[in-house]
T-cell receptor, first 114, second 118 residues
């Protein structure tokens, strides 16, 4: 069964640095998402992406964040000038075009900001 | 805005027994989707079961079933014949069926940590 893949599984970075989290969604999926889960807290929506543009973003997704689909397969989340509170698990997800299709999540990238 | 509440931070069950995890939600919408996701220690989010609000019949997937009470805005998950591999964090999630008002984001509850005792 096809999967959403995320790399790296764990990223450690220093405060103030920029990080790029990478995702390869399932190939025939059209909608792409990033979610965040701070340790011990609920999973939070960050952004959705469709037809090469952001379709929706949360209040968390400010100018520090950006997303890109640079080619036909990768979907990236860039976090500029990282802060300690950006430490979290970041999940990529994708789904097919029909609105009732479920989200398929990747295994997540654990970001640690020191 | 929609909210999802899971009032049981932790639950435990004996292997082979049945356990029910609770979830309530608040929405003014009439059409939406509800989901249960499982998150084992590996932290992957795995879809367990989903329910479309317009369907009155409760969804079932093997040992997993839901009790969907639309009027009460309740969506509980029943796990029958619990297995050690069922031990995980379980998240209830809501998604609107109306793109124009709520987009397609999932709203998650706080999660319930399920322990399965041998």
């Amino acid at each position: 069964e096809p999967e959403v893949t995320q790399t790296p599984s764990h990223q450690v970075t220093q405060m103030g640095q920029e990080v790029i989290l990478r995702c390869v969604p399932i190939s025939n999926h059209l909608y792409f998402y990033w979610y965040r889960q701070i340790l011990g807290q609920k999973v939070e929506f960050l952004v959705s992406f469709y037809n090469n543009e952001i379709s929706e973003k949360s209040e968390i997704f400010d100018d520090q964040f950006s997303v890109e689909r640079p080619d036909g397969s990768n979907f990236t989340l860039k976090i500029r000038s990282t802060k300690l509170e950006d430490s979290a698990m970041y999940f990529c997800a994708s789904r097919r075009g029909s609105y009732n299709s479920p989200l398929h999540f990747g295994n997540g990238t654990r970001l640690t900001v020191t | 805005a929609q909210t999802v509440t899971q009032s049981q931070p932790e639950m435990s069950v004996q292997e082979a027994e049945t356990v029910t995890l609770s979830c309530t939600y608040d929405t003014s919408e009439s059409d939406y989707y509800l989901f249960w996701y499982k998150q084992p220690p590996s932290r992957q989010m795995i879809l367990v079961i989903r329910q479309e609000a317009y369907k009155q019949q409760n969804a079932t997937e093997n040992r997993f079933s839901v009790n969907f009470q639309k009027a009460a805005k309740s969506f509980s998950l029943k796990i029958s014949d619990s297995q050690l591999g069922d031990a995980a964090m379980y998240f209830c999630a809501y998604r609107s069926a109306t793109w124009e008002t709520s987009g397609s984001r999932l709203t998650f509850g706080e999660g319930t940590q399920l322990t399965v005792n041998p």
